[in-house]
């Protein structure tokens, strides 16, 4: 393929000392864009997405609604979430987003994570797992915002949307792109997705009667590679958990903001890291609640 | 589709209704979200549920099933009241103007003008055009006699109606003379007459009232007027720039009154001027890939391919045939009217000659004794009923699954059980190939039903090649992806070998009437497995005899594919198994298979894609695009216009009009009608209801008729009479309306064999209100039971506020809805994980008098905890 681009890794977890290949080229910010006003929750993006991947089908049970599960799973990794919204005047919107891993700018995952180089973080924005290097203690899981990643109790290793990282390094989009039908889902640079999200943001204000409408690019984790149009940005938290403000937890960050800008520069001593890391973190306890903690609410109504 | 997909995205304005394209057209769908993206139109929905598609709608609505024809009359009252028409478009494309026969009475109690409640059919003779000439501005005329009128009576059924003529139901009434449309119809351009259809129309719409829109749909009026308002706001003072689409499905199809409906949003569009124009047009949805090629291939009984009628027992030969299909131009005297039907004896003669060979002859009325002659309705429900009757005694299933289908599928498994024969073609073992295995049937049972089933291993969709005709009317070619697994076998290979044994056996042993299958034309290279590239070029037709066009001079070459319809003879020297589809494989070879992306206009017309029928035509009636003069309505949407220096019609898509007859000829732009114009009304035998539409209630109602209590029902809508066929009344209990419905997640009842697609949607369920549910104390998830008069439905609940209780004639009622996909065969079924009944066992055997279709929405059903 004449575009193919080799991933560049930009950040990885618990890794001390530079990062592998620093400096050699730098890709362009990629990103995904959601439209949940022409999402019509048709569900292709989920099949494209368990078939791209080539996961083993789960079983399901009815569950009061039309969303396929209450949340995504180590083998789902992509989920459109229905929910029902009552307005003011007792009538409903009906409302349908496309839930994956966001793909932060700041990942609680990578934070979050003590195996050395099994969340990886590339220049063009992708957060990726690399199972070999997982052990599956499940911090990432507490670590993110949005309760993206999952355990496979098989192997004990965790998984999450990639932002078909395989596709992007081949100058591919996302499966999960090429099979929506309405082109609610787009894919392309960061700058030019934020452009046309804030456009169509603004088409809907002045033209739909849809005055709250806007973006959804949370600041509090340094923006995200994945991005919604919303009917009202204004309260996000309607389309299923989605929450105003994401945050890390104060636990996972604290360490990285001590210690990550010095880590570089004291290569030698990164075996110290790791050891900080146990130390600050300790073993796996149950985190405070995450202020917007998402995954009781996926019944659609 | 008078449009196609992609011109949806040139419109301004939707009214999606009797459909649910988010859900179940979503590729198709994107189309419509590319209007709304480009050029900020607006989307109304209205339908019994918050759709998929209402989720996207800048207004919904949820309406009774059942009262759409209320719901549009009631639009069209208020487009008119508040001068939201096209005037000249009005006068000049539609028969707005035409003057109605003293005699027709419009249906204030329920009735029109003729009823004879013993036949329960209408004399019609009193649906028609007056005979006369300009009566512009001419107010109020005595009386005309009528002896114009009465003299044009012939024998025969249906002669001069066109092939739109009364079903062959009406055969039997054959005997009796049938007027005739007048060759010459009294105008009034100032649409003032009393009697002109204008006038008529205003008084049988201006009882649709706000008031009475919300009595029957259960739209609060505020609503209806904000719906009203926003969809003929294109139309403010009579402005042409804009353009708004009607779109819809089965939705509005599968009631006892759904032709109607369809009537009422064509002539919706019509009064705003939106037929014939990109981005507007009335638009169905077809629900499977290729629902329009059968439609088109005469997959229906009363037609044969290209849509020509079926021939009756009346039709003594073919002339008596022709005489009555072929319709005479009726119109004002001082206008044009192409009347493209009289040119159906060229596509018969070609059809007989594209069936049957050499073996067509002049001297044999080109075999046209060889086919059948349709003595009664063979439509889908009068198949399982004379089946049930035994009058039907086996049944070949090819790509359908009749027990699933329905309605009343009880009846049909019983009716299956009294055939001697069942041959089923699919790719999955299906519940109409194992009714015996139908829930309710004990083992002793099953050793009582003496049918013979054949079950045959046909291929699936990728694993065949040919064409798809889309909604759009595109024949799009398709490769094979894998061949058939296993012992699975093509369908038309199976279909060449039963041809084949059958044909062998007459040639053995003879038989009643052998010949028309001993003459059948079979030429194909391998008769036992036709290549539907052959098939394809047999439909589109070749030269018997070198053919040259005294226009131009050209000449096709005997043996040679002829380039279009406008070469079809009635001479024998042309043979073509569809007229529609002359044209799509041409000695350029298969337009079908074309796959040009270009598209100079920029309004999705594609001319070099695939091809679509007729002749390559994107939008059809596109001569209305335009103004009387010839030049287009909107300047930015160019489909087609007038050039007088070539003196031609020309343009971006094929002009569908007579490409030489200049605007000042005044041909009207409806050419498949004999007047030449669009029908406000209908005269004579088009319709079996009423010229124009008029809202009747369900068959199976919880209200009697706001218009007519005494009249409550589709006048001509019969019920059927075997022990199977109740039908349920609120009195009874009944007193929730019910209607079904298609998931996105599933294919009718193949998906539930796909692990994915079980994945996506597991079981069978049932929509409930919310506050119907807190009555009941049900919670979602809970199983529940819903009866009708015929049987009953088992699944669990979903509790949704997507369906509210709704006023219907002041009393609170509330709507339910199931979708269809599940039975007794498939992954979670075989696993005993779903309670294995039909949706379709609850729904009533009842038809639309036009087009047959089924009342599967809108029926009655009470519900309570299982």
Not at chain 2, 300 to 322: E, I, Q, R
Not at chain 2, 398 to 420: C, R, Y
Request: glycine fraction near 10%; hydrophobic fraction near 35%.
């Amino acid at each position: 393929m004449s575009d193919r681009k080799t991933l560049q890794i930009q950040r990885m977890s618990a890794h001390p000392g530079p990062i592998p290949g620093t400096g050699v080229q730098r890709d362009v910010q990629v990103c995904k864009l959601v439209d949940t006003t022409t999402c019509i929750g048709c569900k292709a993006c989920e099949v494209a997405c368990v078939e791209w991947n080539d996961m083993p089908f789960g079983a399901t049970t009815f569950d009061n609604t039309y969303q396929t599960m209450p949340e995504t799973r180590w083998n789902f990794w992509n989920l459109i979430k229905f929910n029902e919204h009552p307005r003011e005047d007792g009538t409903v919107q009906w409302l349908m987003r496309k839930d994956q891993c966001m793909h932060c700018a700041d990942p609680g995952c990578l934070a979050a994570c003590p195996a050395d180089g099994a969340i990886v973080q590339y220049t063009n924005g992708i957060v990726d797992f690399n199972q070999e290097n997982c052990i599956g203690c499940e911090y990432c899981v507490s670590g993110c915002p949005f309760n993206i990643p999952k355990l496979n109790p098989g192997t004990k290793k965790v998984y999450k949307c990639t932002l078909c990282s395989d596709r992007v390094g081949e100058g591919l989009e996302p499966a999960c792109i090429k099979a929506c039908p309405t082109g609610c889902l787009k894919f392309g640079t960061k700058d030019d997705m934020k452009f046309i999200a804030e456009e169509r943001a603004k088409q809907l204000r002045d033209n739909f009667g849809m005055e709250k409408a806007g973006v959804y690019d949370p600041e509090s984790i340094g923006g995200t590679h994945v991005i919604y149009v919303l009917h009202d940005a204004t309260d996000p938290e309607r389309y299923g958990g989605l929450p105003k403000n994401p945050t890390i937890p104060w636990s996972y960050t604290v360490w990285k903001w001590l210690f990550k800008p010095v880590l570089g520069a004291f290569a030698l001593f990164g075996g110290l890291g790791v050891l900080l890391h146990y130390v600050t973190v300790g073993p796996r306890r149950p985190q405070p609640e995450p202020p917007n903690k998402e995954g009781t609410n996926g019944n659609g109504d | 589709m008078t449009n196609g997909w992609i011109d949806i995205k040139n419109t301004d304005m939707m009214l999606i209704m009797g459909g649910n394209p988010a859900e179940n057209h979503p590729c198709g769908f994107k189309w419509a979200i590319e209007a709304k993206i480009q050029r900020n139109a607006k989307t109304i929905v209205v339908d019994p549920r918050l759709t998929r598609t209402a989720a996207t709608a800048d207004l919904y609505l949820q309406i009774r099933a059942g009262a759409d024809i209320a719901f549009l009359g009631g639009v069209i009252n208020y487009a008119l009241d508040n001068n939201r028409i096209a005037r000249d478009y009005l006068v000049n494309y539609t028969n707005a103007g035409f003057i109605i026969k003293e005699g027709f009475k419009l249906p204030d109690d329920g009735l029109y003008s003729g009823f004879d409640p013993e036949t329960k059919m209408y004399d019609k003779s009193s649906w028609n055009y007056e005979e006369g000439g300009d009566l512009s501005g001419k107010a109020v005329l005595p009386t005309p006699s009528g002896q114009n009128a009465r003299a044009t009576h012939v024998q025969g059924s249906d002669t001069g109606q066109g092939h739109q003529g009364a079903s062959p139901a009406g055969a039997k009434a054959g005997a009796s003379p049938v007027p005739l449309l007048p060759s010459k119809v009294a105008f009034d351009l100032s649409l003032q007459h009393p009697r002109c259809v204008f006038q008529l129309l205003k008084k049988q719409y201006e009882r649709y009232t706000p008031e009475m829109v919300e009595r029957i749909t259960g739209i609060p009026q505020d609503q209806f007027l904000k719906a009203a308002d926003l969809y003929t706001s294109i139309r403010k003072d009579g402005d042409m720039k804009k353009v708004s689409t009607i779109i819809y499905a089965v939705g509005w199809t599968q009631h006892s009154f759904g032709t109607q409906i369809i009537r009422t949003a064509a002539m919706l569009q019509m009064l705003m001027g939106n037929v014939g124009r990109a981005g507007g047009g009335v638009n169905a949805l077809r629900g499977h890939s290729n629902i329009q090629g059968a439609t088109d291939m005469a997959g229906v009984f009363d037609t044969l391919p290209g849509y020509l009628k079926m021939p009756n027992p009346n039709d003594v030969d073919l002339a008596t045939y022709l005489k009555r299909i072929t319709p005479i131009s009726s119109k004002p005297d001082p206008w044009n009217s192409f009347n493209y039907w009289s040119n159906t004896p060229k596509f018969t003669v070609s059809l007989l000659k594209a069936l049957y060979g050499p073996a067509a002859t002049k001297d044999n009325d080109w075999a046209f004794h060889y086919l059948p002659k349709i003595d009664r309705n063979y439509s889908w429900v009068n198949i399982w009923n004379d089946m049930y009757e035994g009058k039907i005694k086996g049944l070949f299933a090819f790509g359908m699954n009749g027990v699933m289908i329905g309605p009343d599928s009880t009846k049909n498994i019983e009716a299956l059980k009294k055939a001697d024969w069942l041959v089923v073609c699919e790719i999955y073992p299906d519940e109409t190939s194992e009714f015996w295995r139908a829930p309710g049937i004990s083992a002793d049972d099953q050793k009582k039903i003496n049918t013979t089933v054949y079950r045959l291993p046909g291929a699936g969709f990728a694993e065949k090649d040919g064409s798809f005709t889309n909604s759009a009317r595109w024949l799009q070619w398709k490769q094979i992806a894998l061949p058939p697994p296993g012992e699975a076998r093509l369908d038309q290979d199976i279909l060449a070998m039963i041809y084949l044994k059958v044909r062998e056996l007459y040639q053995k042993e003879g038989g009643k009437f052998a010949d028309p299958v001993l003459n059948a034309t079979f030429a194909y290279t391998n008769p036992y497995a036709p290549s539907l590239a052959e098939v394809a070029k047999e439909v589109s037709g070749k030269a018997l005899a070198d053919i040259t066009d005294p226009k131009t001079n050209q000449t096709i070459k005997s043996g040679q594919q002829v380039p279009g319809f406008a070469w079809l003879k009635d001479d024998g020297t042309t043979a073509c198994g569809n007229w529609i589809y002359s044209g799509s494989w041409t000695e350029a070879g298969a337009m079908i298979q074309r796959r040009g992306t270009e598209d100079p206009s920029g309004l999705g017309i594609y001319p070099n894609w695939a091809w679509s029928w007729p002749a390559n035509r994107r939008v059809l009636y596109n001569r209305a695009s335009c103004d009387l003069n010839g030049k287009p309505w909107d300047s930015s949407r160019r489909q087609v216009w007038w050039d007088e220096g070539k003196q031609l019609w020309v343009g971006n898509d094929i002009p569908d009009f007579k490409p030489d007859s200049a605007p000042k000829d005044h041909m009207g732009p409806f050419i498949m009608n004999p007047e030449g114009i669009g029908r406000l009304f209908v005269p004579l035998g088009g319709m079996a209801d009423g010229p124009f539409p008029e809202h009747y209630e369900p068959i199976e109602s919880p209200i009697a008729n706001p218009l007519h209590p005494n009249q409550s029902n589709n006048p001509v809508v019969k019920k059927y009479k075997t022990e199977f066929d109740k039908y349920g009344t609120a009195d009874q209990g009944f007193n929730v309306i019910c209607t079904t419905y298609r998931l996105t997640e599933h294919y009718h009842y193949w998906t539930k064999n796909n692990p994915m697609n079980v994945q996506l949607v597991p079981e069978p369920f049932v929509e409930v209100p919310a506050e119907l549910a807190d009555r009941m104390g049900v919670h979602g998830g809970e199983r529940v039971k819903v009866t009708s008069a015929r049987s009953h439905y088992i699944a669990k609940a979903m509790v949704t506020r997507r369906i509210r209780p709704m006023k219907i004639d002041g009393k609170e009622m509330f709507q339910i809805g199931l979708p269809i996909h599940w039975g007794f065969r498939g992954i979670a079924e075989d696993e005993g994980k779903t309670a294995k009944t039909l949706a379709n066992q609850l729904t009533p055997t009842v038809i639309d008098p036009n087009a047959f279709t089924p009342e599967f929405k809108g029926f009655l059903v009470k519900i309570e905890k299982a």
